[in-house]
DNA sequence: ACACTGTATTAATACTCTTAATACAGTTAT
DNA sequence: ATAACTGTATTAAGAGTATTAATACAGTGT
């Protein structure tokens, strides 16, 4: 469900921590859905449990998971976090724009890098189908 | 000439490499002039000598300097930085259509984006006058 | 000779990440 | 109640990296 990659300079908690919001975007794991537990997540992974256990107290304080002391840490409802997915998406995209100026690329370039990729990308991934 | 965020999570040598490169690419930094000195650049940021030598080793490693025994580091002819530049941003741009799809942006909203923000970037940057 | 350049080395310190070994409290099923 | 789960907390140790400090050496220019 989950691959780490130890050639990331990232910690591994941080990578649990993405990569565990990825799976609820997707719906993989759905509101109210049981997390795995700490200690099987870690077995899993062959870290640590207190490497999860880090990456589920930082994905609490986030909101994304609520925890029922004995039964277990649950997805949350999280409306708030497509809407964080998305503020963050406009502002690195309006940095974008900014570097594409710096770097002498005119609006029409963008506007067809735009046509071009979205075409390939959506052809791949499928796309934005909910 | 150089602020250091200290808050930032990456070292300070990339820091100073991040900096010292956006200098060159702006020009302030012309082809072949003279880097400041290891040690008075370290004075100026009040930080440790072997620290800015390490951001220069890198620098050089990449080809934006070029040192001579003796005199000093001096600023590369650095067509190569700007193609880098170039092609990092349109692996980039093509990543953050790929994540705008996974958002469920339309192709007409990315279009949109780019007009509305190119305009307003324009106008306060000035933009790619070269 | 003196004052600059870059470069190299070694040591010490600090900080973060990760693992390990426990311990404790709450829940659930038997 | 006991066993087997949950999350949480603590303490210690190890590894790796970043940074500072103190030197030393070689090349350049005046």
Redo the contacts between chains.
């Keep these: 469900m989950i691959i780490l990659d130890y050639k990331d300079r990232r910690p591994i908690y941080e990578q649990v921590i993405e990569k565990l919001e990825e799976l609820m975007?997707l719906g993989v794991l759905k509101e109210h859905d049981p997390m795995p537990s700490v200690r099987s997540l870690a077995m899993d992974l062959s870290i640590n449990p207190n490497t999860i256990q880090r990456a589920y107290a930082e994905l609490e304080r986030r909101g994304y998971i609520y925890v029922v002391k004995g039964k277990g840490s649950f997805v949350s409802e999280n409306r708030t976090m497509?809407e964080n997915?998305?503020r963050e998406?406009?502002v690195?995209?309006?940095d974008?724009?900014?570097?594409?100026?710096?770097?002498?690329?005119?609006?029409q370039e963008?506007?067809q890098?735009?046509?071009v990729?979205?075409k390939a990308?959506?052809k791949i991934?499928g796309?934005?189908e909910?």
């Design positions: 975007f497509k997915r998305k998406f406009l690195q995209f309006s974008m724009i900014d570097e594409a100026i710096r770097l002498g690329i005119s609006d963008l506007h890098m735009v046509e990729q979205y990308a959506v991934t796309g934005g909910t």
